[in-house]
């Protein structure tokens, strides 16, 4: 059984600025984790955890070591780049050299120090690919147009080719689908990604028979389940009520499920009742299915 959980958009370093969808505490990271640390001591063992991206909120030097310093936990983490994670030219060899570990910890990974991997255990392969933003590559200024350079879809497919008896799951930044007015009560569908994107990745999970693919970005809890695949986006891990997902692979079955440390921290925390579909329906909460 590989047990993870996933978390994601902490924001470190944003101070007032940035789109929240929740009250933030991003100042309050070290407590947070201290708190998960906790969680994890009373509910695990948990193989690793995976950050969805923008761990922090602009790339440098002092912020990259500040998250290494934080995330500093009793099992692996795992990094998907984000968009707030790639705002430098030489974002990605300033994470590789600052913090490696966060793209060639255990579990065995198929290619060390790239910000492009697999993360290998006895029950899956979760495919960490962070998609592109602008015309120049692993660059985000202010251009949202998520796609996948071609290189980056070749490794993919090479490495799901080479392990076809395994499950596969996806993960990278920007989300798949939108949420639909059916969650959020919006008249529209709410970011809404291109299509051109959302075709991309589910002509590959229905090739593949990819049984999940993580995002992010939203700050919103989503699960939309479609010809046979979970697409799964998680609220903002610093943003009340501080929610993760615990994923279980094994056994011929995955299962997610949402947690929350809003009873676990010692600082005051607001919520706003009025934008409670940021945390989903039940739906998008938790499942469980059979591989």
Same mark, same amino acid.
């Given at each position: 059984?590989?047990?993870?959980?996933?978390?994601?958009?902490?924001?470190?370093?944003?101070?007032?600025?940035?789109?929240t969808m929740?009250?933030?505490?991003?100042?309050?990271?070290?407590?947070?984790?201290?708190?998960?640390?906790?969680?994890?001591?009373?509910?695990?063992?948990?193989?690793?955890?995976?950050h969805g991206?923008?761990?922090?909120? @602009?790339?440098?030097? %002092?912020? /990259? !070591? $500040?998250?290494?310093?934080?995330?500093? *936990?009793?099992?692996?983490?795992?990094?998907?780049?984000?968009?707030?994670?790639?705002?430098?030219?030489?974002?990605?060899?300033?994470?590789?050299?600052?913090?490696?570990?966060?793209?060639?910890?255990?579990?065995?990974?198929?290619?060390?120090?790239?910000?492009?991997?697999?993360?290998?255990?006895?029950?899956c392969m979760?495919?960490?690919?962070?998609?592109?933003?602008?015309?120049?590559?692993?660059?985000?200024?202010?251009?949202?147009?998520?796609?996948?350079?071609?290189?980056?879809? @070749?490794?993919?497919? %090479?490495? /799901? !080719? $080479?392990?076809?008896?395994?499950?596969? *799951?996806?993960?990278?930044?920007?989300?798949?689908?939108?949420?639909?007015?059916?969650?959020?009560?919006?008249?529209?569908?709410?970011?809404?990604?291109?299509?051109?994107?959302?075709?991309?990745?589910?002509?590959?999970?229905?090739?593949?028979?990819?049984?999940?693919?993580?995002?992010?970005?939203?700050?919103?809890?989503?699960?939309?389940?479609?010809?046979?695949?979970?697409?799964?986006?998680?609220?903002?891990?610093?943003?009340?009520?501080?929610?993760?997902?615990?994923?279980?692979?094994?056994?011929?079955?995955?299962?997610?499920?949402?947690?929350?440390?809003?009873?676990?921290?010692?600082?005051?925390?607001?919520?706003?009742?009025?934008?409670?579909?940021?945390?989903?329906?039940?739906?998008?909460?938790?499942?469980?299915?059979?591989?």
């Amino acid at each position: 059984m590989t047990r993870f959980l996933y978390l994601s958009d902490t924001h470190w370093g944003a101070g007032a600025s940035g789109y929240t969808m929740q009250p933030k505490s991003d100042t309050q990271l070290p407590a947070l984790i201290t708190a998960l640390r906790s969680w994890i001591e009373a509910h695990g063992p948990v193989d690793f955890v995976l950050h969805g991206g923008d761990m922090i909120h @602009e790339t440098s030097a %002092a912020g /990259i !070591t $500040a998250a290494s310093q934080h995330f500093d *936990l009793s099992c692996p983490v795992h990094l998907c780049l984000g968009n707030h994670d790639l705002t430098t030219e030489d974002a990605v060899e300033q994470w590789l050299h600052t913090a490696p570990q966060f793209f060639g910890a255990a579990p065995q990974l198929d290619r060390a120090a790239s910000s492009d991997y697999a993360i290998t255990t006895d029950d899956c392969m979760i495919h960490v690919i962070p998609n592109q933003y602008g015309p120049t590559p692993f660059r985000w200024e202010s251009t949202q147009d998520p796609h996948f350079l071609a290189s980056q879809i @070749e490794a993919l497919e %090479a490495r /799901i !080719t $080479a392990h076809p008896d395994t499950t596969h *799951l996806l993960q990278t930044h920007s989300p798949v689908h939108a949420i639909e007015p059916g969650q959020s009560g919006f008249a529209e569908p709410f970011h809404q990604p291109p299509a051109e994107f959302t075709a991309t990745v589910t002509r590959l999970v229905e090739k593949y028979g990819i049984a999940c693919v993580l995002g992010a970005h939203s700050h919103i809890n989503m699960n939309k389940k479609l010809d046979g695949a979970n697409y799964i986006t998680v609220s903002s891990f610093v943003e009340t009520p501080f929610e993760f997902k615990l994923f279980e692979v094994g056994g011929g079955a995955l299962t997610m499920q949402t947690h929350n440390l809003w009873q676990h921290v010692d600082f005051a925390a607001e919520y706003n009742w009025h934008s409670t579909f940021v945390q989903g329906r039940a739906c998008d909460r938790a499942f469980e299915r059979l591989l």
